[in-house]
Structure formats: C-alpha cells, structure tokens
C-alpha cells in the first residue's frame, strides 16, 4: 500500500511538473519573440517567419525611438511620478487598510460597504474629465499622482493581511501605551513587508506603465511621461505605414524605410518591460507570499 502511494504521488508531482513547464514555456516564448522582433529589421520583419532569433539584425527601431528630443524627459516624468505615486499610495493604502481594521471605529461596516460599492459603478471618462478639470488638476504633474492614491482592490488586500495578524502582539503594546499610529508605524507595517511588497509592485508597475492618463488629461509636452510618448509615437508611425499604403496601393514603399509601426511596438514593449524585470528580483521573495493572502486563516 505504501509503494503504491508513493508511485502515485511521484505520477502526481511528475505531472505537476509537466503543467508547469508547459506554463512557463507559454509565458517565455512570446516574450522572446518580443524581444527577437524588436532588434530585427522592421521591413524584414514584415515578411514574417522570425521566431526567437533576429533574421536581420538592427537597432534602427530603438535609435528611432531615442531621436525623440522629449524622451529624457518623459523618461524622468515616469520616474517621478512611479516613485512618488506608489510611496504615497502605499503609505495612504496601508493607513486606510489599518483603520478599517479597527473595531471600534464608528461606522466601520458602512464605510467598508461604501468603498466596495465604488467598484461596482464608473462614471466614465468625460465626467472624469471634468472633475479633474474643475480641481485644476488636468495638465499638471499632481493628475498622475492625486487620483491613484488609493485603490479599494487595495486596502480590501491589505486589510485582509492585517486582520490576519496576531492580535496578541497588538493588544501589547496597547498596554505598553502605544497608540494607534505608533502600533501602526511600529509593528504592522514590519509584521506586513509581504503585502506591502505586493502593493508596492502593483501600483510601480500601474504608474509606469500608465499612458491613458497623460494621453487625455495633459496637453504640455514637457508633462508627458515615457508611456505616453511612446504611444504617441507608434501612433505616428501606423499613420505613416498607412499614407505611403495609400499612396503606392501596396507596402512595398515601406522599403525606403527601416522601421514600420509593429516592429516600433515591439520595441516599445521592451523599453517599458526592462524596468519591471529589474524591479521584481528585489521584491520577489515577499511578494510570493503577498500573492497567497487570505489562502489560510488562523
């Protein structure tokens, strides 16, 4: 009996196994192709069959994209606005978190069913639009940072996590004469490095590559982060791609040019990518932990 549990859990792990890879090789190659599309030629990639290698081999792509005199720009607006946007949301969110948290906050059940509630419902982009145009936010740096302070998605995480924590340790230090903001800054918050690692990450990958916002909402060039600009020119190439189709009655015009607009694409994808591998490393180990919150219960 024991033999043939074992067998059965060695078929079960071997098959686990197989699922797994079988994931991973379906998350990898696309992004190789990714990759192997961007330093190839843009024409030649036209012609498909480029798999996981360049067939031609170029950077015309990238050097299109950095001849943009705005782009050290854009690129310290993304930057800004990714480190101040996801410090304070993280701070505000994990203060909002908290407080809910707390039993005898006055009317905690309505506030938390009022939150909940405004994620049922979305008025649009164009009363978005005057709201923010009536606070005078619209065309400043503070449009990407005041409107995604907070997230209920979340405070609902956090508060979860929180509501997970041992109580005794809080109840301690209430006799220790710590208040609520002391309790907060100095046990929650290191007892929660594993969520907040994970909001962290949510809302730095959210800003950067956030284009919607600056796309709609600012006008002044010099206010454009990186993803906006990036749109905007890839936008400019398909208009080009298609005035010379128009013009010739085919693409083979497209020769006189190196890039087209899905090769640009597929650069752009890359430039924006780099930065979010080079973040995860740093906050993978709690991060896999934030992922798995509300999956056990004391």
């Not at 209430?174 to 994970?198: E, H, T, Y």
């Not at 796309?215 to 020119?233: E, G, I, Y």
């Not at 640009?264 to 780099?274: D, G, P, S």
């Amino acid at each position: 009996m024991k033999i043939s549990q074992d067998k059965s859990a060695i078929v079960i792990r071997i098959i686990s196994l197989i699922i797994i890879i079988g994931l991973v090789i379906t998350i990898i190659l696309p992004l190789i192709n990714i990759f192997a599309l961007a330093f190839n030629s843009g024409v030649d990639a036209q012609k498909g069959g480029i798999t996981f290698f360049p067939r031609k081999f170029s950077l015309d792509n990238f050097k299109e994209i950095f001849k943009q005199g705005t782009l050290l720009n854009a690129l310290f607006i993304s930057v800004a606005k990714t480190v101040i946007g996801t410090i304070l949301s993280v701070i505000l969110t994990a203060m909002a978190a908290y407080v809910l948290t707390i039993k005898t906050l006055p009317f905690r059940r309505i506030i938390s069913f009022f939150l909940v509630f405004t994620m049922l419902f979305s008025a649009g982009v164009v009363p978005l639009y005057i709201l923010l145009n009536q606070l005078h936010l619209t065309d400043t740096f503070w449009v990407y940072i005041l409107p995604s302070l907070y997230s209920v998605y979340n405070i609902l995480i956090m508060r979860t996590f929180f509501n997970q924590l041992p109580t005794s340790v809080i109840e301690a230090a209430r006799v220790d004469g710590c208040n609520d903001f002391q309790i907060f800054w100095k046990i929650v918050l290191p007892m929660s490095k594993p969520v907040v690692a994970s909001i962290t990450l949510f809302n730095a990958v959210s800003q950067w590559n956030d284009w919607f916002t600056g796309a709609f909402f600012v006008r002044n060039p010099n206010l454009k982060p990186l993803a906006t600009v990036l749109q905007d020119m890839l936008t400019k190439q398909a208009a080009i791609a298609e005035a010379l189709k128009q013009k010739s009655g085919s693409y083979a015009m497209l020769d006189k040019v190196t890039i087209t607009g899905d090769s640009m694409q597929m650069a752009m994808i890359v430039l924006l990518t780099i930065p979010v591998l080079f973040l995860f490393p740093f906050v993978q180990k709690h991060f896999v932990k934030g992922i798995n919150i509300g999956s056990t219960k004391e």
